[in-house]
């Protein structure tokens, strides 16, 4: 916890200000501020969060306000992860920052309430989603973004749609987010694959990508759900192996 008090304190203190009227940013549309134009359904957990603010300090305030302090740390630490490996593998580290802070913003919406807000988005719900409806938040983090944030790079809105499962033919930003947000969980159950993945970064990023999704595939029938993104991903890389 203090860990992630110091990074985000770190963060707060270099990260570039995403406010539109000191220059925006590319990943925003220029005419719109955030927070401008909400979906109804999501209404309920805005609260009265200040958008007039720098996008980080904004989704900040978005996670508080919700009582997911602790998903806000986790998505500060995902960020810092996904920038690094941004830099190493060559990729924009300013948007695999911002993909970082924003990928878990769906989480405020409870579970039961996912399939009800990811339909108003004309979110296509999978049979294994409507069974298991967390793992529709990386879907509903994604349309947030849009319509809360105003994203309008698909690069970056697309990586938000797959971090939790990747899909198949993923961007290197996909490939970025998922890993990072792998490599930034700290419970105990992952330890075993967190070193085999920081290891294999040495060779690729899809190495590492592959030794999550191998172990995912390894545990299938332990899980609530496969998603056929997870499943498609996995075979392409390990050749169906
Ligand atoms: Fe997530
Ligand atoms: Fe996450």
Known sequence: ???????????????????????????????????????????????DVQFNQSIFQAIGELFRKNNHEGTWLHCIKVAQEAKQLAVRFGYSPEA????????????????????????????????????????????ISKAMSQDIFQISDNELLNAIACHTTLRPNSSLLDKILFVADKLSWDHSDAAPYLMEMRRSLDMSLEEAAKIYLTHVWDNRMQMKVVHPWLAEAYQELTNGA
């Open 1 to 47: 916890m203090l860990f992630g008090l110091v990074i985000g304190a770190v963060c707060y203190a270099v990260l570039p200000s995403y406010r539109l009227r000191e220059g925006g940013s590319c990943f925003l549309h220029e005419a719109e501020e955030i927070g401008g134009a909400m979906n109804s359904s999501i209404a309920d957990y805005i609260h």
């Open 96 to 139: 695999a920052e911002l993909a970082g802070w924003l990928h878990d913003i769906g989480t405020i919406i409870p579970n039961e309430e996912k399939i009800a807000v990811a339909q108003s988005y004309g979110v296509e719900v999978l049979e294994g989603e409507a069974r298991f409806p967390y793992i529709l938040h990386q879907k």
